[in-house]
């Protein structure tokens, strides 16, 4: 059995103060997360206090956009499309909830490589599970895509 990938519209969260510069990040097509500066942690979801030491010195970095599917789960029943959401870890270490998109969801597993594309319709995070030769470039257009194999 082959599930394609269907686009659908998910109501992107309302930002607040400490995570605006995050979702300003998705619409120029960057992957932020947060570093602290006192134990050069890396954490995510976004917040000012470092959940590691509970130090407030802590600095937006760009991500390198690529990762691995630590879990992922398929729902065909909710909606009208199937679709995939997956908690993928980032090389940076940390894992963030998100959607899988562009592939055949029943062919998805657990360690594949993905990459990530900015969408404003998923609120900056979405991840391609094409296959992949290396991290994401950026096109002329300044939008990070993920790098498919021909």
Not at 19 to 46: M, S, T, V, W
Not at 82 to 111: F, H, K, P, Q, R
């Amino acid at each position: 059995m082959t599930t394609l990938y269907q686009d659908r519209i998910i109501t992107a969260p309302v930002p607040t103060p400490e995570n605006q510069p995050y979702y300003d990040a998705a619409e120029r097509g960057e992957l932020l997360i947060k570093r602290c500066l006192a134990c050069a942690a890396y954490h995510f979801h976004p917040r000012t206090i470092c959940p590691h030491c509970f130090s407030d010195q802590t600095q937006w970095v760009v991500a390198q956009g690529v990762g691995t599917i630590y879990t992922f789960s398929v729902s065909r029943r909710v909606l009208p499309t199937a679709y995939a959401i997956a908690y993928v870890t980032l090389a940076e270490g940390v894992s963030m909830m998100t959607n899988i998109v562009d592939c055949d969801l029943d062919a998805l597993t657990i360690g594949q490589a993905v990459g990530w594309s900015s969408s404003l319709r998923t609120a900056g995070r979405r991840w391609r599970c094409s296959p992949r030769r290396s991290a994401p470039d950026t096109a002329g257009d300044g939008t990070r895509h993920a790098i498919r194999e021909r």
